[in-house]
């Protein structure tokens, strides 16, 4: 579990968080229950690992496909149809950590065929040699969101199918702001306002952490030309060589951070543990947070709505990371041909990416399925706008030396111990000097 | 008992040990450990021996103890140890053959411009599903139909041929078409083929009916031990260099697959050259020292300080209070921590909201120290409570009398009579303690994950200790190196035998008493 540093590990905690909220809630099913006679497919319910330790490997089913409690249903399904129509057996098992059990598993030989993951452990997987290329020919892949497609690739080469792609925008309370604002200045104006009519406690929550967070502090920097952090070569993949973290543009994004920090606008205060109980209890108007924040909104009874993130003075409109979730295949799968078969020709298909939006309510990653659902589903529509102009996060390897580093230095900033300029420079040296020890 | 049956009994349960170390042999064979296996078998033999004879008394008592020593203790030491002395961690955790095949494997690009075919997996009349040579059916999205093996690419007469509607060949009189399930049984052999078709392409299946026209861009010679990469212009040369593929234009350019290899003591080298890390060591080896030490004893005399109270006979409700007083030992650890997190939080946190306070606990480096020792505090005293009423109930009346009759005061007493005697029973469990404390990962890493970093800098932070350092070199680091981490581990360990073979003379000492 690892990697992605303190900043990484954070954004997934709560990811985790959200889709765990059922997790481990599913009734087992015996793992030897007999598969019906009369067709040689599976049982129709994931198999449920006890505790958190890897699921074993079952060596007799034609497919083995690794995924997280909550979406295995929604595979399993899917599964048990295409066992159906091939004639073979297919076995979906529940995986509580499916990045490091896979890794530790497939090192062993005894890891799945299919696993289904974010797009940025991909440096990670082609770095261990775990993943194999996916080729989809070019009017499949046509058919998805560019963004989804880009983010499956690595050097060029194309490593997944993708169904889901997520951002964060911002989540606004449309008891107290009827309409979200469309800059910072806007949106800190407003939540000061509400806080001296005594409306709300505090203008914005926003996961800072005393360890900062750099999913949550990229957008300020991405929101100035040239700020961000790696730059792109012209293959399309992140540049590990070209640090853009204390680039002018970076430097720019920095200060605006700082002033938000001096105003007790972000806090370091704020994490993963009270962020979304701030907003919940409408005690800030105003949430920057993706789309595992809305379940708990609603649950709360909060009258919410999602905008995209707002645009900040002298820059432009700030541009979140975007997430892909997607399919796998293991370089070391025994059975090549049917992961290959199913990931290429199951995943695409309209149907399957519907049923996997049900489970996570993130916009599907094939337009066609994205159109149906954004038509009945605002919050979808809303969430999807959000990310119009978002980069995928970087999936190389040396993002990995970034999280820690670069999230830190902007929980510096942010509590003013340090100046933008000197801790920004001084996090680019040591990203460099990480990504040069890697 | 008669002595037949103890002696049926002996075999039986030697056999049964035998029998598990069989199975246990057979498992390691089928996964390939050959030297596991030997061992296994040298253990079988030794159990025999020893348990078989009526020779090697002492040993019939001491070899389960030795093996789960061998097993749990020495066989980790080992494993981690000549672990330091390699490179393994991320990015090298294959062989450096595997390297090449796999970055050959990955640089096949489909060729720009080249037809989708529809695809059927087939052998030739009469061979085996399963041993037969391979070939692959096509069909072109012009409805031409072609015959793909080894040798190339042929066009395959349509008479007799049936296909579905999207132009999948399901029957070619001469040809047996395989099942999804035969296929995927051949899945190796597929990967491995490739119909060739002229330039260094070839046509390669992908799932159970399409193929592609790839063409690899790297390739390896094996006698210069060079990968050139021909996607490039110039085509870039890849020497190995540091276990990695670098480009010999641009050391910058690498492949990002790197293999494993021994790098000797240079992880040692790096723990005691690197300035960052050396001033880091000291600094997060003092405070770990401190913490340890502040640990036992704060929760020490807090425990033994309600135990005495609660050892007065004076005391009326005994048995609620300590009931109560337990209770932060019999909720788990990870929950208190978390709790403790929220209420340590400067702005909306509980211990400020309370003492009107507006300290930045978990953000300021004695802040931090402060939350964990306080945190740590609450976490340890009941143990120390309840092993110190213990001890307290086991020292004899008529001692303490007799002090009293001697004119001891209450402070005398417990100072020259109680303490003694109670640190001769608690002593080696504070050694415990101490120990358990100095790898305390768990309370660190839910509090403050080893923060504030100060100094722009994120490698050591104010309330790391050793075991939270290495844990974040290993497993959450900027690049996992289980190498170094393993390396930081054998200093550790080093450490800490250093620091406990003193203290455990001292407890001998304090035997003397007796």
């Known amino acids: 579990m690892h990697k992605r540093a303190f900043g990484g590990v954070a954004v997934m905690g709560v990811a985790a968080l959200a889709l765990s909220a059922c997790g481990g809630s599913t009734p087992t099913p015996s793992s030897t229950q007999p598969a019906p006679a009369a067709s040689e497919t599976t049982t129709g319910v994931p198999e449920t690992p006890t505790g958190t330790a890897a699921p074993v490997r079952d060596a007799n089913v034609d497919l083995v496909i690794w995924t997280d409690a909550d979406r295995s249903k929604a595979v399993q399904k899917y599964a048990d149809e295409f066992a159906a129509e091939n004639g073979v057996t297919v076995k979906v098992q529940i995986s509580t950590d499916t990045r490091a059990q896979f890794k530790d598993a497939t090192k062993v030989g005894k890891g799945p065929d299919v696993i289904v993951g974010a797009h ?5 997987l082609v770095q261990n040699s775990t993943v194999a ?8 892949a046509s058919q998805f969101l560019p963004n989804a497609i ?6 060029g080469q194309s490593y997944g199918v ?6 964060i925008g911002l989540m606004y309370n449309k008891d107290l702001v009827p309409n979200p604002p469309k800059t910072m200045d806007e949106l800190v104006a407003t939540g000061e306002q509400l806080v001296k009519e005594g409306k709300a406690k505090q203008v914005l929550s926003q996961f800072v952490s005393k360890t900062g967070n750099a999913y949550f502090a990229y957008p300020y920097l991405s929101a100035f030309p040239d700020g961000g952090i790696f730059a792109v070569k012209d293959n399309g993949d992140y540049d590990p060589n070209k640090l853009l973290v204390n680039s002018p543009g970076s430097i720019k994004g920095g200060e605006v951070l700082a002033a938000l920090g001096k105003k007790k606008i972000l806090s370091t205060n704020v994490d993963d543990t009270n962020q979304d109980a701030l907003f919940d209890t409408k005690a800030a108007p105003f949430m920057i947070s993706g789309p595992w924040s809305v379940a708990k909104a609603k649950e709360a009874g909060v009258n919410y709505g999602i905008a995209p993130l707002p645009s900040l003075a002298g820059g432009g409109a700030m541009k979140p990371f975007l997430g892909v979730q997607m399919f796998y295949v293991s370089s070391k799968a025994k059975n090549a041909t049917l992961a290959q078969e199913f990931v290429t020709n199951y995943i695409p298909r309209k149907e399957v990416q519907l049923a996997l939006f049900e489970v996570g309510k993130r916009p599907p990653a094939l337009k066609a399925a994205y159109d149906e659902v954004a038509a009945s589903d605002p919050d979808v529509k809303a969430w999807y706008e959000a990310g119009a102009d978002g980069l995928p996060m970087p999936n190389i390897p ?13 929980a510096d900033i942010i509590s003013g111990k340090s100046d933008p300029k000197t801790r920004l420079d001084a996090a680019a040296k040591e990203i460099a000097a990480n990504i040069a020890k890697g | 008992m008669t002595k037949l049956t103890a002696l049926v009994i002996k075999w039986v349960l030697i056999a049964l040990a035998l029998a598990g170390v069989l199975w246990v042999a057979t498992q390691l064979a089928i996964a390939g450990y050959t030297m596991a296996v030997i061992v296994a078998g040298m253990l079988g033999i030794g159990i025999l021996a020893v348990y078989g004879t009526r020779r090697n008394v002492p040993l019939k008592y001491l070899l389960p103890g030795m093996l789960l020593l061998v097993a749990f203790q020495l066989w980790p030491i080992i494993f981690t140890a000549s672990l330091s002395l390699t490179n393994y961690g991320d990015g090298h955790l294959i062989s450096k053959e595997e390297t090449v095949t796999d970055i050959i494997a990955q640089s096949v690009r489909e060729v720009p411009d080249s037809p989708r075919y529809r695809m059927s997996v087939a052998t030739k009349e009469g061979a085996s599903a399963t041993t037969g040579d391979l070939v692959l059916l096509l069909t072109k999205p012009d409805d031409t139909m072609f015959v793909g093996d080894t040798g190339g690419l042929e066009p395959l007469p349509a008479d007799g041929v049936e296909k579905t509607t999207t132009g999948k060949i399901t029957k070619a009189p001469g040809y047996t078409i395989l099942t999804a399930r035969e296929v995927n049984a051949r899945s190796k052999d597929l990967s491995a083929l490739a119909v060739p078709t002229g330039d260094g392409g070839g046509i390669k299946p992908v799932g159970l ?19 050139t990469d021909s996607s490039t212009t110039p085509p870039t040369v890849f020497e190995p260099k540091n276990a990695r593929w670098v480009s010999t234009a641009d050391p910058s350019v690498a492949f990002p697959q790197g293999w494993q290899e021994n790098v000797g003591f240079a992880n040692f080298t790096r723990i005691f050259t690197d300035e960052t890390l050396r001033a880091g060591f000291v600094k997060i080896f003092i405070w770990n020292v401190v913490f340890a030490v502040v640990s036992v004893l704060s929760t020490f005399l807090l425990g033994m300080l309600i135990a005495l109270l609660f050892n007065d006979p004076r005391l009326k409700g005994k048995a609620i209070y300590r009931s109560l007083l337990i209770l932060p030992y019999a909720l788990p650890g990870f929950i208190t921590a978390l709790v403790w997190r929220g209420m340590f939080n400067q702005d909306y946190g509980l211990i400020n909201g309370a003492l009107g306070l507006n300290v930045d606990w978990l953000g300021s480096p004695w802040g931090a120290k402060a939350a964990i020792l306080i945190t740590n505090l609450w976490l340890g005293f009941p143990y120390m409570f309840i092993v110190c009423t213990g001890a307290l109930q086991s020292i004899p009346r008529d001692v303490r009398e007799a002090a009293i009759i001697d004119g001891a005061n209450a402070f005398r007493t417990l100072r020259s009579i109680i303490m003694p005697l109670l640190l001769v029973a608690v002593g080696p469990l504070l050694i415990a303690s101490f120990a358990f404390n100095f790898n305390n990962f768990g309370l660190i890493y839910l509090l403050t994950k080893g923060g504030p ?3 722009n800098d994120t490698s050591i932070g104010s309330s790391d200790l050793l075991i939270t350092y290495a844990y974040r070199l290993a497993f959450s680091g900027s690049a996992p190196n289980y190498g170094f981490a393993a390396a930081v581990s054998v200093v550790i360990f080093i450490i800490v035998a250093l620091m406990t073979i003193p203290a455990f003379r001292q407890t001998k000492a304090l035997e003397e008493v007796n």
């Open chain 1, 150 to 155: 880009a983010a499956t690739k690595f050097n």
């Open chain 1, 120 to 124: 940025d452990w991909l440096g990670e």
């Open chain 1, 398 to 410: 040396a993002m990995n030396s970034v999280w820690g580093p670069f999230g830190q230095a902007t």
């Open chain 1, 133 to 140: 290329p996916i080729n989809l020919s070019a009017d499949v």
């Open chain 2, 453 to 455: 970093f100060d100094g």
């Open chain 1, 162 to 167: 993708p169904y889901a792609v997520e951002n």
């Open chain 2, 209 to 227: 009916s399409e193929a592609f026209e790839g063409k690899p861009s790297v390739t390896y010679d094996a006698s210069a031990d060079r990968l």
